[in-house]
Structures are given as structure tokens and as C-alpha cells.
């Protein structure tokens, strides 16, 4: 079945730990995207990239970090400089930029202590 | 900045009735708009959109209705159902962009 994969569902870190959310996708989908979603808040677009090797910074880049080496995969690191780590996190792909409709993944649920 | 709004957090509808959820947005460029639907612990599934060269869009039980003067978009179910209990995400782009989202508006249809 076509779809996104990210893994793992829950994600368990220390403070000052470096950590890299996965995402794949084997939809044939151009571009991809990684959202946060907060209690009470929408989606924040985090990084989307349009084709491998490019990406593009979103609303809430910083201390975030990602690669696009290949069109399936997307990985994100939450680096030690992000100051509220712990968020659910959601990556999504669509055929095109901008989406017309963007298929998301299951979700990551990050805990930073 | 918060691009896209839902001011509701909750709606609460009977089961049978039409439920319509709110969207307004700020940035006139937006020329595109979904509503997403979302369970817990989940990632959202696309539930409809429109253009802005639109007014309306009908899919089923589901209708989504653009007022660009008053950057105002609705989502109406009629008629609700249990089975449409779930969080409802507003969302907007225009060529290029990421999606941007609004907070979300929890709809609860009750039996």
C-alpha cells in the first residue's frame, strides 16, 4: 500500500540529545513537508522541501535541521538549540508544491526531558 | 503570525443536525483552502477544498463555502453524525508555499 511511514510513534529523549524523526514515503510524491502540532494549535510548518537536495525553511525553522538526499525520505533532527522540544510531529508529502492535498503520516510523538 | 483562524476551540451539534465550522484568514494571496480532519494520535486525512475562483464545493454530506471579501471560509455537514466526531483543521497556500493552519475546531456530534 502507498502511503508515509514515520517511526518511531513515541520518541523518549534527554535534554541536550540530538534527535532524527523519520519520514518515507513511497507515494512517488515531489514534495515533502514536517509540521508541529502543539496542545491547542494548529499545524506549524517546520521545513518542506520541493525536489532532493532543496529545501526550504518554514514558520518555526530554528533548531530544526533536515536533508532531502532522496525523493522517498525526509528525515528531521531536533536539535539540542530547540528550546520546547516536545511536540507531536507530523511529516506529509504531495505530487506537487503547495499540495492541492498533502497526505500525512502518522506521527511522532516527541518527549524531551 | 497566525495566518489562518479558527475561533472556535469546540463545537457540540446533535446527531442529525447541520454542524458549520469557521475559518478566516489574513493573507489575501491564500488561493487555496482544505479542511483536514483529524483523530488522536493521528495525522489529518484530507477531507475537501476549494479555489478562490469558487464559491462553493460539495462533496457528499460536506460542503465548503469561500467568501473572499470577508476572507471567511465554512465547513457544513449536514447531516452530522457520530462517526464525524473529530478534530477539524482549516488550511490555506498559494503557489509555492507551505500549508498554513489554523488551531483547529473539536467537533463533537452527540447520539
Known sequence: ?113 | DQQVKQNSPSLSVQEGRISILNCDYTNSMFDYFLWYKKYPAEGPTFLISISSIKDKNEDGRFTVFLNKSAKHLSLHIVPSQPGDSAVYFCAAYFGGSGMRFGAGTRLTVKP
Not at chain 1, 529523549?13 to 514536517?34: F, I, P
Not at chain 1, 526550504?56 to 530544526?64: L, R, T, V
Not at chain 1, 511536540?87 to 497526505?103: D, K
Request: hydrophobic letters at 25%; one cysteine or more.
Open chain 1, 1 to 113: 500500500d502507498g502511503g508515509i511511514t514515520q517511526s518511531p510513534k513515541y520518541l523518549f529523549r534527554k535534554e541536550g540529545q540530538n534527535v532524527t524523526l523519520s519520514c518515507e514515503q513511497n507515494l512517488n510524491h515531489d514534495a515533502m513537508y514536517w509540521y508541529r502540532q502543539d496542545p491547542g494549535q494548529g499545524l506549524r510548518l517546520i521545513y518542506y522541501s520541493q525536489i532532493v537536495n532543496d529545501f526550504q525553511k518554514g514558520d518555526i525553522a530554528e533548531g530544526y535541521s533536515v536533508s532531502r538526499e532522496k525523493k522517498e525520505s525526509f528525515p528531521l533532527t531536533v536539535t539540542s538549540a530547540q528550546k520546547n522540544p516536545t511536540a507531536f510531529y507530523l511529516c506529509a508529502s504531495s505530487s506537487q508544491v503547495g499540495g492541492y492535498e498533502q497526505y500525512f503520516g502518522p506521527g511522532t510523538r516527541l518527549t524531551v526531558t
